[in-house]
Structure formats: C-alpha cells, structure tokens
C-alpha cells in the first residue's frame, strides 16, 4: 500500500501562533531547508529551536528578482534529493512567497496552496521494510516464552495475542511494517515450537 511523505512548504514571514501550530504536527524525525534570510530564520528558530534537530541553509531557496527559467525544477530537485535522503522523515521548507509559491508550482502542480503560510504536500512512497533479523529474533524468543509459560498459561496463548496485535497494527496508520514484523516474529515461534516438539519426540532421551 502506497504511503505519503510529508513535506511542509513554509512561507517565511510566518505568524508565532501557525509555527507553534506547524510544530505539534512535525514528528520527531525531520530535516528543515530554509532560505538563508533572516525572515525565515525566525521561522526555523521556532520550529526546531532548542531541539537536536539542525536547519539546513541553502542559497537555491534566497529570494531572488529575475528567476531563471529552470529555477523551479531546481527547487523540486532540491527537495526531492532531501526527502529521497531519508523517506520516514518529515521535511520542512521555509523560503520567501514567491520562491514558496514557484516550488509549489513544479512540486504539486495539481494541488492548490493553503490560505495560510503553510502547505502540506505528501510524496509517494513505498511500505517501510520488515526488519526480518528482529523478526526472526522475536520469534525465537517468543517461541521460549512460551515454553517457560506452558505450565502457567498454554502454549499457544502467547502466539495467538501477537498475532491478533500484529493484525491491528496493520490497519494502524504507519504503523503497517511493525504488524508484519508480529506475524512474521509468530510464524518464526511455530517453527521453533514445531521442530522443538518433532527434536523431543525423535530424541526423548535427550528432554
């Protein structure tokens, strides 16, 4: 199922109250490009002010009077190449109105700018990868856990509460690649408990 990158297009001056607003929306990872003006320094300072995250200036995104004809595939390039860098973070661009505005234009020709000075624009994207080692390590010990809980609990009760975890989390928004990772993670502990049962019986010596 196709997922949508967020990239927040700010127009730089912005007013305290929508960068407070923009803030609270921003997930904790995320990369800001801003034009190198003061204008939208006060922006940046707001949104990521005191936070680990570092602004990145870029020239392409200063105001300038006779815009090349090419500028504005330019500036898609420039935030494509940061989103590209890392497709699980939010991206956040501040730069004056009318470099916002030629942006937009090339970035999401078929979506109108917001009335406000910030535009949400979602970029296509894949499904996060399964980490299939922590899968296959979750697996393993969740097939010992619930052997060492047989005597308390049955076998199979541990398993089956992953299983219905890992359904919900697959309909949780962005939360899909942590579902298949349960499921996975459970089909792994069948096996073990499978191989585990077919050891005992073929070697009951040896248990």
């Given at each position: 199922?196709?997922?949508?990158?967020?990239?927040?297009?700010?127009?730089?001056?912005?007013?305290?109250?929508?960068?407070?607003?923009?803030?609270?929306?921003?997930?904790?990872?995320?990369?800001?490009?801003?034009?190198?003006?003061?204008?939208?320094?006060?922006?940046?300072?707001?949104?990521?002010?005191?936070?680990?995250?570092?602004p990145v200036p870029d020239v392409l995104l200063a105001p300038v009077r006779f815009p090349d004809v090419d500028r504005g595939h330019?500036?898609?390039?420039?935030?494509?190449?940061?989103?590209?860098?890392?497709?699980?973070?939010?991206?956040?661009?501040?730069?004056?109105?009318?470099?916002?505005?030629?942006?937009?234009?090339?970035?999401?020709?078929?979506?109108?700018?917001?009335?406000?000075?910030?535009?949400?624009?979602?970029?296509?994207?894949?499904?996060?990868?399964?980490?299939?080692?922590?899968?296959?390590?979750?697996?393993?010990?969740?097939?010992?856990?619930?052997?060492?809980?047989?005597?308390?609990?049955?076998?199979?009760?541990?398993p089956l509460l992953a299983v219905v975890a890992g359904l919900a989390l697959l309909v949780a928004p962005g939360r899909r690649h942590?579902?298949?990772?349960?499921?996975?993670?459970?089909?792994?502990?069948?096996?073990?408990?499978?191989?585990?049962?077919?050891?005992?019986?073929?070697?009951?010596?040896?248990?």
């Open positions: 199922m196709t997922d949508l990158q967020r990239i927040f297009v700010v127009t730089a001056p912005a007013g305290a109250a929508e960068v407070a607003a923009l803030r609270a929306r921003l997930g904790r990872d995320l990369t800001v490009v801003t034009a190198p003006t003061a204008e939208a320094r006060e922006v940046v300072e707001g949104l990521v002010g005191g936070s680990q995250h570092e330019r500036l898609d390039d420039l935030v494509r190449r940061h989103a590209v860098a890392d497709r699980w973070r939010d991206v956040v661009v501040v730069a004056d109105p009318a470099t916002v505005t030629l942006l937009l234009r090339v970035l999401a020709p078929d979506q109108l700018p917001a009335a406000g000075p910030v535009t949400e624009v979602g970029l296509p994207r894949g499904s996060r990868p399964v980490p299939l080692a922590r899968a296959l390590v979750g697996g393993v010990l969740l097939a010992l856990a619930s052997g060492l809980l047989a005597s308390v609990v049955q076998v199979w009760v541990l942590l579902g298949e990772t349960l499921l996975i993670a459970v089909a792994v502990a069948v096996l073990v408990g499978v191989l585990a049962i077919a050891g005992s019986s073929r070697f009951p010596g040896a248990w």
